[in-house]
């Protein structure tokens, strides 16, 4: 019917997809949600935000593995530390960094200890209410204009487009 692939890469795709000789039934739930990506986010969302697929998903991950349903529970208590950007909850940061540190799972481990190579640049934008994102946005603008127009301008003309987009 028009493929033109190896019968190997068929035959994968239909055992990874379909019975074949009686094999056990597939999960109802979508295999592209399996991606260590998306599995990522559904496990840091909040459950309210995520439809009842994507909670099974997530519920059975952790129920799989005891390391992933505790880094779930850290990574949605970090979430919410910096969604709720409050002066008062210096102490609660604090507190998520020793027991993300103490975590079984490499990769939180990993993630705490990179948020203490830089704790003020961590630690500030989740205790004050101000921010640079302005400014970030802005020097984010003009790297990618910067970019886009690499070796084909001058000074002026950069300054130009950056004015005018």
């Known amino acids: ?3 033109s ?3 190997t890469t068929a035959y994968k795709f239909f055992r990874e ?19 260590p990506t998306k599995a990522a986010l559904l496990l840091s969302l909040s459950p309210s935000k995520l439809s009842a697929i994507q909670n099974n998903v997530a519920t059975m991950l952790g129920s799989s593995v005891p390391d992933i349903k505790k880094a779930c529970i850290l990574s949605r208590e970090f979430r919410s530390l910096l969604i709720l950007k409050k002066g008062k909850l210096t102490n609660r940061f604090e507190t998520w960094l020793n027991k993300a540190l103490k975590c079984k799972a490499a990769e939180m481990r990993s993630f705490a200890k990179g948020l203490l190579t830089d704790f003020k ?3 500030n934008p989740i205790l004050l209410k101000w921010t ?6 802005q020097i984010n603008k003009l ?13 002026d003309l950069l300054k130009r487009r950056l004015i005018m987009s």
């Not at 640079?132 to 946005?137: A, H, I, L, M, S």
């Not at 790297?143 to 000074?155: D, E, L, W």
């Open 1 to 3: 019917m028009g493929y």
């Open 5 to 7: 692939g190896g019968v």
């Open 17 to 35: 997809n379909f019975l074949i000789h009686g094999g056990e039934p597939k999960p109802s739930f979508a295999k592209h949600l399996y991606l």
């Open 121 to 123: 640049a961590v630690h």
């Open 132 to 137: 640079n994102d302005q400014v970030e946005g």
């Open 143 to 155: 790297k990618t204009i910067k970019r886009q127009m690499y070796g084909r301008c001058s000074f």
